[in-house]
């Protein structure tokens, strides 16, 4: 079992920055295709971006030059770098790793706000 534990969430001024970071367990990380969602009230999970194993990216068109994934195998860590953050981005932010079947995180609170 993968236990995926979300960080760095909290309230930003719009056109600030955070940087989330998910710690996952075990050793076989490395293999993981890894992802983050957002879910805000009344709305579906989306997705944010994801990276794979081998460092490949893929974004949202609604992120797109704004936010940046990274992984650092070494320390079994996924990192999502938000800069020009709107207020459309508050949402909770949620951690996935892919393995036989997707595992979550609780998820992190972001809120962008005046």
């Known amino acids: 079992q993968v236990q995926l534990v979300e960080s760095g969430g909290g309230l930003v001024q719009p056109g600030g920055s955070l940087r989330l970071s998910c710690a996952a367990s075990?050793?076989?990380?490395?293999?993981?295709?890894m992802g983050w969602y957002r879910q805000a009230p009344g709305k579906q999970r989306e997705l944010v971006a994801t990276?794979?194993?081998?460092?490949?990216?893929n974004y949202a068109d609604s992120v797109k030059g704004r936010f940046t994934i990274s992984r650092d195998n070494a320390k079994n860590t996924v990192y999502l770098q938000m800069n020009s953050l709107k207020p459309d981005d508050k949402a909770v932010y949620y951690c996935?790793?892919?393995?036989?079947?997707?595992?979550w995180g609780q998820g992190t609170q972001v809120t962008v706000s005046s």
């Open positions: 075990g050793s076989l990380f490395r293999f993981y295709a």
């Open positions: 996935k790793a892919e393995l036989s079947r997707p595992y």
């Open positions: 990276i794979t194993s081998g460092g490949s990216t």
